[in-house]
């Protein structure tokens, strides 16, 4: 792609180094180490803040200057969407919160299968509070724009699960084909 934006990791790290004045020696705080951690896909990251950048710019765009989705948002003032978007944020924040607070804040001595709090209802919680937090902003905005890059974000968001379970059964095995039989991917089971 001639257009994409490569983000070298390494000049960034330099340049906030030398703005707030770091220490040479000084990292940041990384998760590379853990042997309790399966990994990620490479540009994982990168591509969920573009998303968000392309999102925010979008739907902004929608609201202020394109003007495409004022229809709806007339004939659905925004006291009735704020009914809708909050218990989604809400909601969002909860199953994002949990999911790293048990990947990142509690460490284990090799990698394993999580199946316990909100992985017992779903596979990909983090993934699906992101999910959710981008479909509240559609819902609150009711922008056309912004659910056309909402099912860009989604469509992104499950090649991301589709990477990592296949690197979790590459290294777990049966143990987490298992597992994704009893749970779902990114629609969280109501009843344990």
């Known amino acids: 792609m001639p257009s994409a934006i490569f983000i070298n990791k390494r000049l960034i790290h330099s340049l906030f180094r030398k703005v707030i004045k770091m220490p040479e ?3 940041r ?3 590379e180490h853990r ?3 399966a990994g990620e896909y490479r540009w994982g990251d990168t591509g969920q803040i573009v998303l968000l950048i392309v999102f925010i710019i979008g739907m902004t765009s929608d609201l202020f200057l394109l003007k495409i989705s004022d229809s709806w948002q007339n004939a659905f003032p925004w006291y009735f969407r704020m009914v809708v978007f909050l218990p989604l944020l809400f909601v969002a924040g909860y199953f994002a919160q949990r999911a790293h607070q048990k990947v990142f804040q509690e460490t284990r001595k090799e990698l394993m299968v999580i ?3 909100v992985f017992a209802r779903i596979r990909h919680p983090m993934y699906f509070g992101s999910i959710l937090t981008y479909l509240s902003f559609v819902v609150l905005s009711l922008s056309v724009v912004a659910l056309v890059i909402f099912i860009i974000i989604v469509t992104f968001y499950y090649y991301l699960c589709r990477y990592e379970e296949q690197v979790l059964l590459a290294k777990l095995g049966d143990e987490y084909m298992k597992y994704m039989k009893k749970v779902p991917m ?3 089971r109501v009843r344990k």
Do not use: C, M, Q, R
Request: glycine residues 6%; charged residues 35%; aromatic residues 0%.
């Open 115 to 117: 199946k316990t709090d």
């Open 29 to 31: 705080h990384s998760h």
């Open 35 to 37: 042997k309790d951690l």
């Open 25 to 27: 020696g000084h990292k």
């Open 186 to 188: 990114l629609i969280p």
